[in-house]
């Protein structure tokens, strides 16, 4: 199976948008919610929660925090900073167009962090002027331009 944020072919494990911990006892945490994700990729999600998808471009939006802190406080770098957002593979596009909103949304809320820029709205507010700077927006359909990060952690601008 392909990873939706970095493309590697191969293991992938199942990454809870909305965190299984946040679901009632029996509500269904797997319908429209899991996406599967290499090993590095949800480390990066879930503990260090360095990108989240957005709700409306229906891409990932990554941190800009260059480190993060291990769970035995060792500091280590963030691959993901300098990337800005990037979009999944086709093959997962349809699935991330079936998560709820909302669950993206609480995801957004309280588990993606980023550097002194407040709210994820604020930062992804920031992101859209940053974009639409350096020409990276599309007006028309009011979202990044097409972008993806390789297996290599590199980015293609499509």
Same mark, same amino acid.
């Given at each position: 199976?392909?990873?939706?944020?970095?493309?590697?072919?191969?293991?992938?494990?199942?990454?809870?948008?909305?965190?299984?911990?946040?679901?009632?006892?029996?509500?269904?945490?797997?319908?429209?919610?899991?996406?599967?994700?290499?090993?590095?990729?949800?480390?990066?999600?879930?503990?260090?929660?360095?990108?989240?998808?957005?709700?409306?471009?229906?891409?990932?939006?990554?941190?800009?925090?260059?480190?993060?802190?291990?769970?035995?406080?060792?500091?280590?770098?963030?691959?993901?900073?300098?990337?800005?957002?990037?979009?999944?593979?086709?093959?997962?596009?349809?699935? %991330?167009? *079936?998560?709820? $909103?909302?669950?993206?949304?609480? =995801? !957004? @809320?309280?588990?993606?962090?980023?550097?002194?820029?407040?709210?994820?709205?604020?930062?992804?507010?920031?992101?859209?002027? %940053?974009? *639409?700077?350096? $020409?990276?927006?599309?007006?028309? =359909? !009011? @979202?990044?331009?097409?972008?993806?990060?390789?297996?290599?952690?590199?980015?293609?601008?499509?």
């Amino acid at each position: 199976m392909q990873c939706s944020v970095c493309s590697t072919e191969g293991f992938t494990e199942k990454a809870h948008i909305k965190s299984k911990s946040r679901f009632q006892k029996f509500e269904n945490d797997k319908i429209f919610n899991i996406l599967p994700i290499c090993p590095r990729c949800h480390y990066y999600f879930d503990v260090c929660k360095a990108f989240t998808l957005h709700n409306e471009w229906k891409c990932w939006v990554f941190s800009d925090k260059a480190n993060f802190y291990s769970a035995d406080e060792i500091l280590f770098d963030n691959p993901f900073s300098n990337f800005m957002y990037a979009y999944p593979p086709k093959i997962h596009q349809k699935k %991330i167009n *079936r998560i709820d $909103g909302e669950l993206i949304m609480e =995801n !957004q @809320r309280k588990e993606f962090t980023v550097n002194n820029a407040g709210s994820p709205s604020k930062y992804f507010s920031d992101l859209e002027i %940053i974009l *639409r700077q350096i $020409g990276r927006w599309d007006e028309h =359909n !009011q @979202r990044p331009l097409g972008r993806k990060i390789t297996s290599e952690m590199k980015i293609i601008d499509e």
